[in-house]
T-cell receptor, first 114, second 113 residues
Framework: AQSVSQHNHHVILSEAASLELGCNYS??????LFWYVQYPGQHLQLLLK??????LVKGIKGFEAEFIKSKFSFNLRKPSVQWSDTAEYFC????????????FGGGTRLMVKP | GAGVSQSPRYKVAKRGQDVALRCDPI?????LFWYQQALGQGPEFLTY????????KSGLPSDRFFAERPEGSVSTLKIQRTQQEDSAVYLC???????????FGQGTRLTVV
């Protein structure tokens, strides 16, 4: 069974700082990769996804992620965070032969100080 | 509706009580998922429907948990004889087909006292 690890549980940044959230997964086969965001009081929303092709994926709100197959990683980045990026971020994996059931990491709670 | 709708938003149940949680997926979405999210953790898969067929229920934690989607649209997650460890947010998600984005509802927060 696949698993997903997010090593940073809590991250505190000042506005304009750069962000990188780590995500590693364990599964040897074909995977689809996702980052979801949950703003306070709201539902999970998709930030970006990787199915195939260019391993550098650009999502909404200036976020991007890079799939590095050799490292089983899909780290999320943003060059300059804003206060409105305060939220919880979840990495998720869908193994290619598992319908599209998602396996989630434990989440990273990001707080951006104005 | 515009998105996935879940009801109730909040439910408090006494231990031993049965509960039913409802999910209205996006109209026309074939796939429907239930996840359980405990406090401070990521969502964990419970079960998956394709239309009315329950194709995977491997994540249901016990035989007290039962899900159905009889007409391939609305789904109900039922928990019998609730226990304190069932306290969590229950999320429903739907997608158009196997390889498209899953859209999540706001969840039902269940508290068992």
């Amino acid at each position: 069974a696949q698993s997903v690890s997010q090593h940073n549980h809590h991250v505190i940044l000042s506005e304009a700082a750069s962000l990188e959230l780590g995500c590693n997964y364990s599964y040897g086969g074909t995977v689809n990769l996702f980052w979801y965001v949950q703003y306070p009081g709201q539902h999970l929303q998709l930030l970006l996804k990787y199915f195939s092709g260019d391993p550098l994926v650009k999502g909404i709100k200036g976020f991007e992620a890079e799939f590095i197959k050799s490292k089983f990683s899909f780290n999320l980045r943003k060059p300059s965070v804003q206060w409105s990026d305060t939220a919880e971020y979840f990495c998720a994996v869908n193994a290619g032969n598992a319908g599209n059931m998602l396996t989630f990491g434990g989440g990273t709670r990001l707080m951006v100080k104005p | 509706g515009a998105g996935v709708s879940q009801s109730p938003r909040y439910k408090v149940a006494k231990r031993g009580q049965d509960v039913a949680l409802r999910c209205d997926p996006i109209s026309g979405h074939v796939s429907l998922f239930w996840y359980q999210q405990a406090l401070g953790q990521g969502p964990e898969f419970l079960t998956y429907f394709q239309n009315e067929a329950q194709l995977d229920k491997s994540g249901l934690p016990s035989d007290r948990f039962f899900a159905e989607r009889p007409e391939g649209s609305v789904s109900t997650l039922k928990i019998q004889r609730t226990q304190q460890e069932d306290s969590a947010v229950y999320l429903c998600a739907s997608s158009a087909d196997r390889n498209t984005e899953a859209f999540f509802g706001q969840g039902t927060r269940l508290t068992v006292v």
